[in-house]
Every structure is written in C-alpha cells, then in structure tokens.
C-alpha cells in the first residue's frame, strides 16, 4: 500500500470506527465548517480506506446502500453554466458508488415544465430531489408533497423570492439552501460599480429574467446600493434565451448611449457585454457574474472589468453529498445552508479559470491540478465596504 501523510492516515483510522460518538461527530460536521473542505477530506478518507479497497463494506467506511437515484430539476438544462454543476453531481455520485443524477426540468425558466418534472420524481420515489426555487409561490406544493413522501430536497442556485433587505422569504419546506448569498452578491456589484464609475451617473444592468429568484436578488442588492447615492439603474430584460441576449443588449445601448457603465446580473447576458459595447462603440465599464469561456476571453483582454464567481461546481456535488449523507443517518444528518463563494475574478487573477478543467466545465477530462504556489488570499467577498 502507497505511503500516507499521517494525517490522512489519522482522518482514515477514524472513519473507520464503525458506530461510535467520534465518528458521528465527525460526519455532523460535513455542514458546519467549509463545506468544501469538509467535503474533500471526507470522501479522499472514505475513498483511501482499505475496507474500500477490499470492497466489504461498501464506500470506505461507510455500509453498503441501494442505488439510490437522485433527480436534478434545473431551470435552463441547457445553459452553459451548469455544465460544471453537471459535472460535480457525476463525479459526486461516481465517489459514493451511486448513479448519476437525473437531470430534467425546463430550458426556458418555466416554473410549470419543473413542478411536473418534481412531481415525476415523487412519482418515480427518487431518493432525494435538488431544485432551484426560481420563485416563492410556484414549489411549495410539490416540495412539500415531496418532503410528506417522505423524499428529501434541497435548493441550489435559487432559493425563492429574497426580499429588497435581502432577507429570504423560506416558502418551501426545503432541507437547505447550497448556493450564493444572492442579494449580498448584488450589493458587492453595486459597490463594484461605485468604485469603477465614482460619480453618480447612468448605468444599465442587464438581467435574462427579470422577477426570477436566483439573478432578481441580484439586481435589487445592487440597487440598494447604488440609488440613494443618485445613480440611476436602468433594469433591462435580455431574455432567457442566450440566442437573442445579444441583439436585445445591443438595442437598448444603441439607444442610450450616454450611460456611465453596463452590467449584467445572469451569466449569458455578462458574457455579451464586451460585443454589446464593441458593436456600438461604447468604452465604459463592465462587469457581471459566472465564469462562462467567452467572459473569461474578455476579462482576459481588458474588454470587460470583472466577473462574480459562485462555484457551480460546487452546487452539484454539494446538494449530492448532502443527500447521501441524509438518506444514510436516517435523517439525522440534515443538512445546513451552505454558501458557495462570491469572489471577484479580474484580469489580475482569471488565469487558473481559464485552464482547461472540469471544474470549470471546460473539460471532461477527470485530472488533478496542482494549486498554485505562493500565499493564499481570501477571495470572499463582503458587506464591508
């Protein structure tokens, strides 16, 4: 057997201990800490044990399970940035011995097409349901008859309506919440622009779908930030679909074009806004959110300022894990509210987002990075100023 570092050897030894107070503790933590770090080191221990390499008690040392099936309801299946969501679900369930997620809901943000898709999965008797609450009305019948059938869920991505003081209105009886705090990441925006464009003036920020519950926070946290000091925020609807984003950015800026700066509050439209401004011949700043390749491009070249990152990586693995850890404790792991990060990426930084990986979606290359060398910042942002 290949040489340990002591301290996996030590995390393994523990998680070995089949039923004992240490061991419980252990695993009631997974949600409590860094959810990331909590998640590595649980599943590189359970992964390393020799009980799973010897194959006689299931996943390290966790008991054998039945395959549960887990369904993903999304609401734009087809949007580029959760392909590394996609991807964080897979390779979740590849390292807990169960299928890959069902992934299912609507490519348009339509609440109906996924209350139907949540209710084939109480029909189905999934094993547990991830959802994006895009609004606070529309789920809490299924989610509840869900969670009456006895099916865990968990949000990510959207968490229904969030008021304008950023306090989240809990409609659905959901387990937790795996996503950025999305209101706080629109006032970090708004403090972004102070800095860019120091006087108050025009700014436009673009939206996909205004009144939708994972990118409105977002609009309205900017918003608190940036109207009582005089700016005026125009809120410009460029549509769920990315195929015609760009013509809508275009028309509005082509129109207005003495506004100080434009942002976006979606990935799509923030990955359009250096054309949008190239093709009307605009030289102001601009910034959004996600990592899409094209926004990466332009962040890269100077064309556009900076992007707000949120790990979509993390959204799938996340709710995964949270719900395999739910199904095996009899309900008595219940997950807790897990932020995925709001970090600010800019042409000082966006090297490592750019290299080909699957976390970022960019590859289906399973593969070790190494971290960069040197010191490490912290890249959360916050409500300070």
Known sequence: MRKVDPKVDEAIQTLDMRDSPTRRRLLAGTGLVSATAAASALLAACGSSPAAKAGTSGNGAFPK???WQFWFVNHVTTNSFFVPTKYGFADCATLLGLPTPKWTGSTGSIASQMVAQINAAVS?????????????????????????????????????????????DIGCNRLCYVGQALFTSGQQLGERIKLLIPKPSDVVIFIATPGTANIQPRYDGAA???????????EIATGANTAVELGNMKAYLIGHKTVAGAFAVDGGSS???????????????SG??????LTLTNIKSGATDFTIYQDPYLQGFLPTLYLYLYNISGGSLA???????LSFITKSNVGPYQAP???????????????PSGAISNPIATTST
């Open 335 to 341: 997950p807790s509210d897990t932020d995925t990060g």
């Open 224 to 234: 608190s930030i940036l109207t009582p000091l005089g700016y005026k925020v125009a």
């Open 288 to 293: 959004g959110f996600d990592t899409e390749p």
């Open 271 to 285: 990955s359009f806004l250096a054309q949008a401004l190239s093709a009307t011949g605009l030289k102001i700043p």
């Open 124 to 168: 189905a008797k999934a094993a547990g349901i991830a959802t994006t609450l895009i609004d606070s009305t529309s789920f809490k019948t299924p989610v509840g008859n869900a969670m009456a059938a006895g099916i865990p869920v968990v949000s990510y991505n959207a968490d229904g309506d969030v008021s304008k003081t950023g306090v989240p």
């Open 65 to 67: 399970v039945p395959s």
């Open 357 to 371: 990986s699957r976390y970022q979606g960019s590859t289906t290359a399973e593969k070790y990075i190494p971290r």
